[in-house]
């Protein structure tokens, strides 16, 4: 795939598909690191650790699959 670097205000942007952004994962405004070495520009999704929430709502969806698997094998 080739994009083309345009002019955006004072600086220059590339736009990528919907369907490249998708299947990377990214959404709208998100903030990625950019790193630039030996000419290549890449960018990715930055480590984050989960909040307390979301590790709570995600141990709370296994217990329920878990519970309701238990209920279809009796």
């Known amino acids: 795939m080739q994009a083309q670097v345009k002019a955006w205000g004072n600086s220059q942007g ?3 598909p919907k369907e490249v952004l998708k299947s990377a ?3 709208l405004n ?3 690191d ?3 070495s030996d000419g290549v ?3 990715a999704k930055p480590f984050r650790h989960k ?3 979301e590790r709570a709502a995600e141990f709370e969806m ?3 699959d878990a519970i309701q698997g238990v209920f279809e094998y009796i």
């Open 14 to 16: 590339i736009r990528l």
């Open 25 to 27: 994962g990214i959404f």
């Open 30 to 32: 998100e903030v990625l």
């Open 34 to 36: 950019v790193k630039v």
């Open 41 to 43: 520009i890449t960018l």
């Open 51 to 53: 909040t307390l929430e």
């Open 62 to 64: 296994n217990i329920s």
